[in-house]
């Protein structure tokens, strides 16, 4: 990890033409850091180090989860901790609701996790799923691209998965309705995909991407998958009703719009992964999809990932290589450059991305 760290810290230095400070000390913006377990707290300190090294200056808010689950949220994540993410003046907030917390203090409402570890099968509710669901980080954001230097079946990789973050089968509704039988439901409605949908047009059009394919399993979930995909189409304005007319004038004329099947998908992604551009989807496919993306282009520690505001390494805790100064850093990095870019720190975030794939291109640091 100091090899990794000590590359790209050196790497942003180098790069200044002129002692490089993107920010006066009392120019600081706060940011709520959730550090996470095992190797979290390691790789949560080379980020801070880089930011040091590279003269970014952020106030680190820094959350720490409990050991035991709060009545309040039913997760070891505390109401604190949610506050913290809702607004960096929480404190002064008081008993303001998390709708109008939600609201307000927009310039400060950011933050970057670390991983989070979640018992399997038992016990309290995912980490994770509190935060996104609390926080009503409905779209995950992950892109997927080539970096030279690191070698893997493809070189030309260059994609963004969207999923759906709130409902779908991670909704957790589930019950025993008789002994040995498990209903679990999974819950699509027209406000989440209208709004996961806008949101990935709206990406496409915002970084100049092309085509935006709405991934599903309609074929067999005719209502659930259905309604999704409807809502998709009525967002690219591509389709009537009918699904034979066209709408009226297209809100997204420019951008390509097609469908694809979910197991499709997978084979199409691991035979031409360039056919892709940005990839929308509801909450399990998503969850599903993005980690094979991840697999095209060296793993989930290469990938960054974004939740709105809340940008974090969706990599495992490792707890097995934890404090042996063995962790990259390089997927929270690369995710907290995505937290500068949603901040408007657009020469930040070139900077230090440019340090870290320069680095990796070097292939003298792993």
Known sequence: MRRCLLGAASAVKANAKTPQTFFSR?????????PGDGIGPEIADSVKKIYT????HIDWDEQIVGTTADPRTNSM???ENLDSVLSSHAAELGSVTLLICLLAAQKNRIGLKGP???PIGKGHRSLNLTLRKELQLYANVRPCFSIPGYKTRYDNVNLITIR????GEYSGLEHEVVPGVV???KIITRVASTRVAEYAFKYAHDNGRHKVTAVHKANIMKMADGL???CCREVGGKISDSCLLPTVKEKYPNIEYQEVIVDNA????VKNPAQFDVLVMPNLYGDIISDLCAGLVGGLGLTPSANIALMEAVHGTAPDIAGQDKANPTALLLSSVMMLRHMGQIPQAEAIQNAVLGTIAEGKYR
């Open 26 to 34: 009392d120019q600081s913006t706060k940011v709520t850091l959730f």
């Open 53 to 56: 090294a590279a003269g970014v």
């Open 77 to 79: 994540v505390t109401r």
């Open 116 to 118: 989070m570890a979640t």
């Open 164 to 167: 759906e973050n709130t409902e």
């Open 183 to 185: 209903e679990s439901l």
């Open 228 to 230: 999704f995909i409807k």
């Open 266 to 269: 997978c084979m199409q992604l």
